[in-house]
């Protein structure tokens, strides 16, 4: 199953704690809550570029499966990180005591992110 696409994020849920617990500024997460992203994703083999548009901001992250790489996280920090795969529909990778992973059914990507007891749930349909 290939991730290739565009996406359009559809609903979202515990962005403003989430956001906040990341530490980044309230005027910022007031302006990014209501913005529809977009994510691309171009997939060959086990190589992947992630490109996400939220607004004015894009954050492209590339990396292979099984490889450490520089990923910038949605704080705008960028980290070391190895990305695995799990089945063929499933990214899961561990960043600074945070669990992200991605998992694509049919049209739709799931994105969860886990730090603690908070959990970011982002839903998005290939467009």
């Keep these: 199953m290939s991730f290739t696409g565009k996406y359009e994020l559809q609903h ?3 962005f403003e704690p989430f956001m906040r617990a990341l530490g980044l500024p309230e005027e910022q997460i007031q302006k990014g ?3 529809k992203s977009v994510s ?3 997939q060959d083999g086990k190589k992947f570029t ?9 954050m ?13 996280m949605l704080n705008g920090e960028k980290v070391k990180a190895v990305v695995q795969m799990e089945g063929n529909n499933k990214l899961v990778t561990q960043v600074k005591g945070m ?7 049919g049209d739709t990507i799931t994105y969860t992110m886990t730090m603690g007891d908070l959990t970011l749930k982002r839903v998005s349909k290939r467009i």
């Excluded at 669990?99 to 059914?105: A, I, Q």
């Design 12 to 14: 979202q849920e515990n």
């Design 99 to 105: 669990k992200s992973v991605t998992e694509l059914n």
């Design 40 to 42: 691309e994703i171009v």
């Design 33 to 35: 809550k209501d913005l």
């Design 60 to 72: 492209k992250n590339q990396f292979t499966i099984g490889e450490e790489s520089e990923i910038e």
């Design 50 to 58: 992630i490109t996400i548009t939220t607004g004015s901001k894009v």
